[in-house]
């Protein structure tokens, strides 16, 4: 598979063949090219590809072999060159792909998505690889000039090193890169397509790394777009036409690679937030295993030259940890090992579109505290869309108890209750009739069906909300959470134990914890956050009103239960 603006797939040497021949030459260079290569100077492809040879490129294993005719035709390289190149390589720098970045326009090399990373990118999401486990095989998918894995070569002495890249001559650079560094022996190139190509199974685990190219969406062929949807729908995932290439990368990996081989690619960050990224945050969601995610802000030249914000994103295929770490940093030197960030749970990912922001700077969190989502989700009360008819009154009498439900109503009831809500005789009633009627007793049934005759004519069936229902009479309440909260006052929020199990419309949020807590852990946690409770997190509005959404609430801090347990004692 490939995009309409790459080049048609040659044989190695047919596509090598002009490149000895010709070549892009840099304008404004007034020396001629043979003086500038006795400087040391590479000023056209055709000399890159020399030099690659003249470095060893031919012993690196490769589906496509260097023709005897382009070996014969070759530039002649001076020695010092050829020492000098060799060099830098063994010093861990990379003179081959400078050269082809400087010699191949940058127009061109955008429409290939073809960005270099830098060292530091490199050195750090190899060390997060080698902190993970020792991989039998490397796999750069779309390799460049081999960076990745020539730094893999080095941390991993035993593995074998794969290279995937379409670019003939990038692909010349990156085997004389890996046989200059000593690697040749068991490194492979390929000139192939990544999408497409046959890679045989490894008996240990494969790990995945680089950059994968970049290409917009509409410089895909409509045919590559139909490979992605299909191939997404036969993992039960939609995909969408507007993903740029790195998400048909990500897809790829997660059809081929089995349970246990792991990854580090980076990318434009663009895919955290817009509806076509939502692919690939499900992959990271569940088949990829994400483990992390470190955002690198423009400033730092994540992808030199560009003002484009880089994701880092580290994956265990099929693992599913209850969290992933999020990172943000505004310089290269702050990566490290990728091992920092904080956590943010799954389920909390997996209820957001827009992920960018877990990685922004907040409130420190002192040590033996995490955000108050990691402990419980926070979802906001029920709509009725018609709160004079399903909060019962006159219009309902004769409707039986049992769909008559206890209800905070007014976050008044939840700031005069004090730390525990235990007297709900003196809330409103909730009217909540089940979907199916079916299940109602036939006095109840005749009950029911007399009160929405009545509220048919009062227009409850008319408002948005009941025809967005699956059936109109039915306000769904969410089932009663044992901790309460206002949300929007001039006062910090109202923390309360729901001891009464009473229901809450929209004017509270419920907090419900994602593990079991027992009621003195409950009762610990509201003390804790009525004490400490204030209006910083929220978004004020004129006039002084504080609101505080579902998800500023889940970013309080506060004391993991052993913790709090501890301050109770």
């Keep these: 598979m490939s995009s309409d603006n790459e080049q048609t797939k040659l044989s190695f040497e047919d596509s090598i063949a002009p490149i000895m021949g010709a070549g892009h030459t840099p304008s404004g260079n007034k020396k001629s090219c043979s003086d500038q290569l006795d400087l040391g100077f590479i000023c056209q492809e055709k000399t890159l590809a020399a030099l690659s040879v003249a470095l060893g490129a031919a012993d690196v294993t490769s589906a496509t072999k260097i023709g005897a005719s382009v070996l014969e035709d070759r530039l002649k390289i001076p020695d010092q060159l050829i020492a000098m ?3 830098e390589i063994k010093a861990g720098r990379d003179p081959l792909g400078e050269a082809f970045c400087r010699l191949r326009p940058a127009a061109q090399r955008r429409e290939d998505g073809a960005v270099y990373t830098p060292p530091t990118i490199v050195k750090s999401m190899l060390q997060w690889a080698e902190t993970a486990g020792q991989p039998e095989r490397v796999i750069d998918p779309g390799a460049g000039s081999g960076r990745f894995l020539l730094e893999a070569g080095r941390r991993f002495p035993n593995a074998r090193l794969v290279a995937i890249e379409r670019d003939p001559l990038a692909a010349l650079t990156a ?24 890679l045989e199974g490894a008996d240990g685990r494969t790990l995945f790394i680089g950059n994968p190219p970049y290409v917009r969406h509409h410089q895909i062929p409509a045919e590559c777009k139909a490979w992605l949807k299909n191939q997404a729908a036969s993992m039960g995932l939609r995909a969408s036409a507007l993903a740029g290439l790195h998400v048909y990368f990500f897809l790829a990996i997660a059809r081929r690679a089995k349970a246990g081989d792991y990854g580090a690619f980076i990318t434009a960050s663009e895919w955290m937030d817009v509806n076509y990224g939502q692919l690939l945050r499900d992959l990271f969601l569940d088949r990829l295993g994400g483990q992390s995610i470190y955002v690198i802000e423009p400033k730092a030249e994540p992808f030199p030259r560009t003002a484009t914000t880089g994701a880092i994103m580290s994956f265990t295929v099929s693992e599913k940890p209850t969290s992933a770490r999020f990172a943000r940093v505004a310089k290269l030197s702050a990566l490290g090992d990728l091992s920092g960030g904080h956590p943010v749970r799954r389920e909390r990912l997996a209820a957001e579109k827009r992920w960018s922001r877990f990685t922004r700077s907040r409130k420190e969190i002192p040590e033996g505290y995490v955000e108050l989502g990691e402990l419980c989700r926070v979802h906001r009360g029920q709509v009725t869309g018609a709160n004079r008819i399903w909060i019962a009154g006159e219009h309902s009498e004769g409707l039986p108890d049992s769909v008559l439900y206890p209800t905070v109503t007014r976050a008044k009831e939840l ?6 809500l235990t007297d709900i005789c003196s809330l409103r009633r909730v009217i909540d009739l089940p979907e199916d009627l079916s299940t109602l007793d036939k006095n109840d049934f005749k009950a029911v069906k007399i009160f929405l005759k009545r509220a048919g004519e009062m227009g409850a069936k008319d408002s948005y909300v009941a025809q967005h229902r699956c059936a109109w009479w039915s306000v769904r309440l969410r089932a009663p959470a044992p901790i309460l909260a206002t949300y929007m006052a001039r006062q910090a929020p109202s923390f309360v134990l729901n001891k009464g199990a009473a229901r809450h419309l929209n004017i509270a949020h419920g907090l419900y914890p994602r593990e079991d807590m027992d009621s003195a852990l409950l009762s610990h946690l509201v003390n804790y956050l009525r004490k400490s409770s204030s209006l910083e997190g929220g978004r004020v509005y004129a006039g002084g009103l504080t609101k505080f959404e579902p998800r500023e609430m889940e970013r309080i801090p506060v004391p ?5 347990s501890e301050m109770n004692a």
């Excluded at 085997?175 to 046959?198: I, M, P, Y």
């Excluded at 700031?415 to 525990?420: K, L, M, R």
């Excluded at 993991?560 to 709090?564: D, S």
């Design 85 to 87: 190149t060799l060099g």
């Design 415 to 420: 700031i005069t209750a004090g730390p525990v």
């Design 175 to 198: 085997r004389a890169n890996l046989a200059a560094s000593g690697f040749a022996e068991r490194s492979e190139v390929r000139v192939e397509d990544f999408l497409t190509s046959n």
């Design 560 to 564: 993991l239960p052993a913790v709090l």
